[in-house]
């Protein structure tokens, strides 16, 4: 069996650890004989360079006929200014033309990197392993927007909108994934204002009934901020909408040590998804062989599990990269007193050779 892969290394340190992570699959390869072809295309600012758009036409049209696809991060000061669409909208556009509207997001706190944890040690030492759940194609990061001229100036808005049917299905995510854990589903909203959010808990609580094994509980999104750092232990699946699942995914992410830790699913009804690393392009560090690729080599981990069904495999990774961890070995931003700083392709190395 081939597994035909897409690779979009993108900005900034995507293609310095988008190489790692393929440098890991080359070895899964090896000693699972398993086929992994990859092609490599362009997307976000490396693309408006050289073609004016950040999502080719080509681009999309390889990963919709792809297995899976593999993006590093798009973004830059570069393109702040730019006049035509930005990198961020060729990502938004890419989570679009695939139906990606679910995005998983584990946060989990490494038992050797405790030290790493910006937590209280009681707190870390009651551990941390958090699926977040993120809508993806809607809310406001697809809704209505514009500017206007009123007595007030000038003018703009964006609109969040959900539809009952986009609520059902990323709850249904919600509540297959958490019937697999520890069964409690924590769904965050903004109820006590906004209309989107009322219907996000009147669909989840009448979803709820289909799974009566699974404990549903609701929290408000400034509060739910609070209680991650206050004590992460309390979350198993965190579900929730476009743009709280943005913001709380980069806060479980510092307390599980740092943001080049995490990686990120995004799936639709197919077996096709995108998988990246939740942070973005990191321009102050790039080219410079110190970005964590860890993050994007527990992606490809992921994309072994949900889009190829190779569970062993991924579970391979993952152990070499705790294996790497146990052993004392750090990027700068995980280093601490006593432990061994490599860079990123020393990482990468580490952790392929233990696969
Ligand atoms: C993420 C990123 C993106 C998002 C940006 C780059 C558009 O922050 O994947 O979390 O907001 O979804
Ligand atoms: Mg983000």
């Not at 340190?13 to 990859?38: M, Y």
């Not at 924590?186 to 009322?198: C, P, T, Y």
């Not at 495999?313 to 006593?338: C, F, H, M, Q, W």
Request: hydrophobic share 40%.
């Amino acid at each position: 069996m081939k597994y035909n892969i897409v690779v979009l290394p993108g900005d900034g340190i995507g293609p310095e650890i988008t190489n790692e992570a393929v440098k890991v699959l080359n070895n899964v390869s090896k000693r699972f004989n398993k086929q992994f072809d990859f092609k490599y295309l362009d997307m976000g600012g490396i693309a408006i360079d050289k073609f004016n758009d950040p999502l080719p036409k080509n681009t999309i049209g390889e990963c919709l006929s792809s297995d899976s696809v593999l993006l590093g991060a798009v973004g830059g000061p570069k393109w702040d200014n730019y006049s035509g669409e930005r990198p961020e909208k060729g990502l938004l556009k890419l989570r679009s033309s695939l139906k990606l509207f679910s995005n998983l997001r584990p946060a989990v706190l490494h038992e050797s990197l405790k030290d790493a944890c910006v937590l209280k040690p009681e707190i870390a030492n009651k551990g941390i392993d958090i699926m977040v759940i993120r809508e993806l194609t809607g809310g406001i990061y697809f809704g209505e927007r514009g500017r206007k001229n009123t007595e007030m100036g000038e003018t703009a808005w964006d609109t969040e909108a959900y539809s009952f049917e986009e609520i059902n299905r990323i709850a249904k995510v919600a509540f297959e994934i958490a019937a697999k854990r520890k069964k409690k589903i924590v769904s965050v909203d903004k109820a006590n204002v906004l209309e989107s959010s009322r219907l996000w808990r009147e669909t989840l609580i009448s979803i709820s009934k289909n799974y009566p094994d699974i404990e549903l509980s609701h929290m408000y999104v400034d509060n739910a901020a609070m209680q991650i750092v206050k004590d992460p232990s309390q979350f198993d699946v965190l579900l929730t909408s476009n743009m709280f699942g943005d913001i709380l995914s980069d806060e479980a992410s510092q307390v599980t040590g740092s943001i080049g830790m995490l990686p990120s699913a995004s799936l639709g009804v197919t077996s096709l998804g995108v998988y990246e690393p939740i942070h973005g392009s990191a321009p102050d560090i790039a080219g410079q062989n110190i970005a964590n690729p860890i993050a994007t080599i527990l992606s490809v981990a992921m994309m072994l599990k949900y889009s190829f069904d190779l569970k062993e495999e991924s579970n391979a990774i993952e152990s070499a990269v705790s294996k790497v961890l146990n052993s004392g070995y750090r990027t700068p931003d995980i280093y601490t007193e006593n432990t061994k700083k490599v860079g990123t392709a020393e990482m990468g190395n580490l952790i392929a050779e233990n696969i």
